[in-house]
């Protein structure tokens, strides 16, 4: 009988975390012999360490040990290396690979709409970062508006216009992107609502990247008709991305995707 092969997700917390969920029902469903765990680690040096004891073929990280990861890793490859920052770490023969599929997983998500050509990115923290450098790569016209200036200094040198809301001006833009955490423990809007009423008669597509919840700005996107996506879309999308990492490509995407997307229905 093949042994299976052991995944997991490292993380601190790590309890709340639906990558188990997701994975375990892709493999169960696609008859892969591999079984998805979750490990809450403390000291994020520690993590290459405790990768190779658990005999691990690979493993996703999150908060807060993403950079630890990237520091851990033989060879980091892809956009990983841009960012400084990986999520996605595969056992290749005996050396850590490191992938980060965070940023690619959202523009998978976004295949659910149309044509995009211009973003507007709310807020600037570690996620805008990683998308708004992603945008930039695939050729779309950025803007980030945060509250404050001082993060914004970190995307003055890429070709992004950047502005806070007292100097932003509402204009057109296909997608627009809350990537703050207003409405996550809160109910608050990721700018004035009057300034987000206007933003949104001037666009078709909504994203946030909080999940879990319908975020006033995702409900005040439904309520003026923007085709919008949560965060579980962007959370399916790394996990898709990293599914087919962990499986070296043997597993359709399309079911990865399929299988993965009906597992929340039992959460
Ligand atoms: P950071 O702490 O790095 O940045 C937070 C950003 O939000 C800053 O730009 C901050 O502005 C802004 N902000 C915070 N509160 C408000 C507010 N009340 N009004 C307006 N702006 C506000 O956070 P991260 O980038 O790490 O995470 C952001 C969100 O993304 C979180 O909700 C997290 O849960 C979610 N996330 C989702 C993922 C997924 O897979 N779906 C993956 C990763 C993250 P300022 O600079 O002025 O303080």
């Not at 997983?105 to 149309?114: D, P, R, V, Y």
Request: proline share 3%; glycine share 8%; aromatic share 10%.
């Amino acid at each position: 009988m093949v042994e299976p092969s052991i995944f997991a997700i490292y993380g601190n917390p790590v309890a709340h975390s639906k990558s188990p969920l997701m994975h375990n029902y892709v493999f169960k469903h696609l008859n892969y012999p591999a079984v998805y765990t979750r490990v809450h680690l403390i000291d994020g040096s520690t993590l290459k360490q405790d990768f190779f004891d658990r005999k691990l073929s690979g493993a996703n990280v999150t908060v807060p040990h993403k950079e630890a990861a990237y520091e851990a890793c033989d060879e980091v490859r892809g956009f990983a290396q841009t960012v400084g920052v990986v999520n996605t770490l595969v056992n290749e023969n005996g050396k850590l690979i490191g992938y980060n599929t965070d940023a690619d997983g959202f523009l998978f998500a976004l295949e659910n709409f149309g044509k995009i050509n211009t973003v507007l990115v709310l807020g600037a923290g570690g996620t805008a970062k990683a998308l708004v450098q992603k945008f930039i790569d695939v050729g779309l016209d950025v803007t980030v508006v945060n509250r404050s200036q001082k993060r914004l200094d970190d995307f003055t040198h890429l070709a992004c216009q950047t502005y806070t809301w007292d100097t932003f001006e509402v204009t057109h833009f296909d997608l627009v992107v809350n990537t703050t955490s207003a409405g996550l423990e809160d109910n608050n809007f990721p700018i004035n609502q009057t300034v987000l009423e206007s933003i949104f008669g001037n666009s078709k597509y909504a994203a946030d990247v909080i999940y879990g919840k319908a975020t006033p700005f995702l409900k005040l996107a439904t309520q003026k008709g923007l085709q919008n996506i949560d965060g579980q879309a962007m959370l399916i999308g790394q996990g898709v991305l990293a599914n087919e990492l962990f499986t070296k490509g043997q597993l359709d995407k399309q079911q990865i995707l399929k299988y993965m997307t009906k597992s929340f229905e039992l959460s």
